[in-house]
């Protein structure tokens, strides 16, 4: 619980509508490190090592988190919250992981029931 917690609140703040923002809007005065490319390297951190092997429980509770945050973001009931670009690139970061698990059938039968709740969890909240 004490490492998710940890890892909740990093994700908490790296994706608050603010720092968002302030990602998105740091390209005007020259950051080549765009929105698009911060939530593709997270992604990776969470997800890729995964996608070959076993899930272990951390790892299972830190991707549903993010992937809880992602849905967020995309969600009617955050719509002023978060703007047009953050949406964009969540959802983008969405249909990835769900590609990514889809096609995957790597991993103990745990980390397959993880990865079907996954894919469920995408559909029905884009299906909405």
């Known amino acids: 619980d004490r490492t998710l917690n940890i890892q909740k609140e990093v994700l908490v703040h790296v994706l608050h509508p603010n720092t968002l923002q302030r990602i998105s809007d740091s390209q005007l005065y020259g950051n080549t490190y ?5 939530l593709q390297d ?3 951190a969470i997800f890729k090592a995964d ?3 076993t899930v272990n429980s ?13 849905l967020e973001i995309i969600s009617e009931e955050s719509k002023g919250d978060f703007d047009a670009l953050s949406k964009a690139q969540a959802f983008a ?3 990835r992981i769900d590609s990514q698990i889809k096609s995957n059938n790597s991993g103990d039968s745990a980390t397959q029931n ?4 996954l894919a469920w969890k995408i559909k029905s909240e884009l299906e909405d």
């Open 34 to 38: 765009t929105l698009d490319k911060v």
């Open 42 to 44: 997270l992604t990776d």
């Open 51 to 53: 996608m070959s092997s």
């Open 58 to 70: 951390r790892r299972q509770n830190l991707q549903q988190e993010y992937l809880d945050m992602l």
């Open 93 to 95: 970061q969405i249909t």
């Open 114 to 117: 993880h990865r079907k709740y």
